[in-house]
């Protein structure tokens, strides 16, 4: 399965909504989603620009549209980030790019409109609806609180009044989506109602169905390669063998861990078709689900080899995978690539879930993971996802928690660092990573909890986290 984008299809989407709606959580999602399977996505996040032009410590009256100096230098924030996108569209070839501000006129998505279909761009406006106080008062305790704009400000009750003045000053102002010529997809109270209109082309129908999938309920998403495998000792790829004595041990002790976590939550398990899979889900007393999308990367005539036997047998191929990791398939059988597209409806499935546990293989889980944390496809094959490991990820505003539960049950290592940045390997140990947000960076964190172990059965680790081999992009 391929997803062919042709070279002339451009998309802007055009967020739009009252300060708090989620617009920027939104874009990121989106962004990251359209990132991970292949396709050049940007976010242009005009209050990015505003902090930038003209600092980021503003009081609300700076919002007030009755502020006219004020409102010619949002105007002029606004048009340069246009701009730069525009650019970027031409320049380096931008297939989505996503501008991020409110938006919240006629007039503007009018002005937004005219330049972005003069330059053969077709726009798609998002718009974000939500009137639960609940909701907005949370979004602004998540994330307006830790605002740049409020860094110089400590007391929460000023930056709560402030805020608050902010978004009322959008409210006088604000037109809802209604131009019967756009396409758009309206968003209501977190999709809880989904109007869309104009909605053509194969990108805008992934995106809004994308959309419609999200939600913002606190959920948990555990990460479990099988237990070790008969050919994991062996050092051979793929197969469909068994679990090892140590493999199985690991099966056993895996539902003590994952109800601790679950504190008496509902959860499902994801497995592949493979047997490994399935044996280590076997003692875990809820609702299963298998995949065939999970199954592990297809070695084609690699499969049953070690990398030794491949080297010897398939040189050239050996070396062109090391060249290039991510893209190069397996002769009969898959690349990363491959693998990340078929994961697609997956990613959706995730998307739509409360809690998950995935018990899957090495190829697949770094696919998923990279979805989650944001790794480029050249650091996506080299993260380190050891045995008898569980990983539990917990979605936040901007990024995600990681937590990392090793066992103390011994299992072969089945990584293979990257020859080209053998030494890379040492910098194994930060968790830390960085998404662009409108926040600056957002950091996703690795909790570093004590572990709730029955004695001897598991060991909290930090040292081997789940990273990678390549050096991380400077965001
Ligand atoms: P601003 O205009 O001030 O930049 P914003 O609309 O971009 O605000 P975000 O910064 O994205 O708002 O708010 C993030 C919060 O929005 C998160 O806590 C997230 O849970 C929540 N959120 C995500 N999607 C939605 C949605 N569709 N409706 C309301 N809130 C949402
Ligand atoms: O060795 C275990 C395994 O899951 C193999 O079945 C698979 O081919 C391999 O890992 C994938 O890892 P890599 O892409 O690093 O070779």
Redesign the pocket.
Known sequence: MTYVISGHVRVACVMV?L????????AQKVCRYLQWMGIATKVFNV?NYRREIVGADQKHSFFDPSNAEAAQRRLQCALEALGDMLRWFEEENGVVGIY?A?NSTQARRKLLQTELEKCGIQPMFIE?V?DDER?IL??IM???LNSPDYAHMTDSESILEDFRARIAHYEHVYEPVQEEDLSFVK?I???SKVIINRIQGYLQSRVVYYLMN?H?SPRAIFFSRHGESMFNISGKLGGDSDLSPRGRKYSEALPGLISKHLDGQNLTVWTSTMRRTIQTGQHLPYPKLTWKALDELDAGVCDGLTYEEVEQQYPEDFAMRDNDKFNYRYRGGESYRDVVLRLEPVIMELERQHNILIIGHQAVLRCIYAYYLNYTHDELPYIKIPLHTVLKLTPR?YGCDVEQYRFDIEAVDTYRANPKHPSSLRRVGSLRRAAAT?QGAATINAALSPLPTQPGQLNAHLPNSPLIGVSPPVS
Do not use: E, F, H, W
Not at 19 to 26: C, D, E, F, L, Q
């Open positions: 909504g300060p708090a709606r989620g617009k920027t959580y939104v209050g991020d409110t974000s939500c909701i949370d979004n998540q994330v307006k968003m109270n977190v999709g999200l913002i505003a409108n």
